[in-house]
């Protein structure tokens, strides 16, 4: 049984998304990590996560394309962008396309 509500956390850089993951597991809620954007397509539906925490930047996509996918197929999702290297309009960009935050 897990302990609580899924979120997925997706970045490339592995101390930081250890880090996440640790502190959200300590506030109860069940956690998964990926490095890259294909391995998160790849599991997605089988996850079943109510948020994830996507990285704009990551090594095989660009997180706004992971997004596009994300909301076509699993729009009741809700993905928030991570990002050290944003903009306004990548933040824009971001929510016009579906993300929560």
């Known amino acids: 049984m897990k302990p609580g509500p899924t979120v997925v956390v997706v970045d490339d850089d592995e101390p930081f998304r250890q880090v996440l993951a640790g502190e959200l597991a300590r506030l109860k809620f069940h956690v998964v990590t990926f490095g890259t954007g294909e391995a998160l397509l790849r599991a997605v539906a089988d996850i079943e996560p109510e948020v994830i925490l996507l990285a704009l930047r990551l090594p095989d996509m660009s997180g706004l394309d992971v997004l596009k996918v994300l909301t076509e197929r699993h729009p009741a ?19 016009k396309m579906g993300a929560f935050d």
């Open 77 to 95: 999702t809700d993905v928030i962008m991570l990002t050290g290297h944003g903009s306004i309009d990548t933040a824009i960009e971001s929510i």
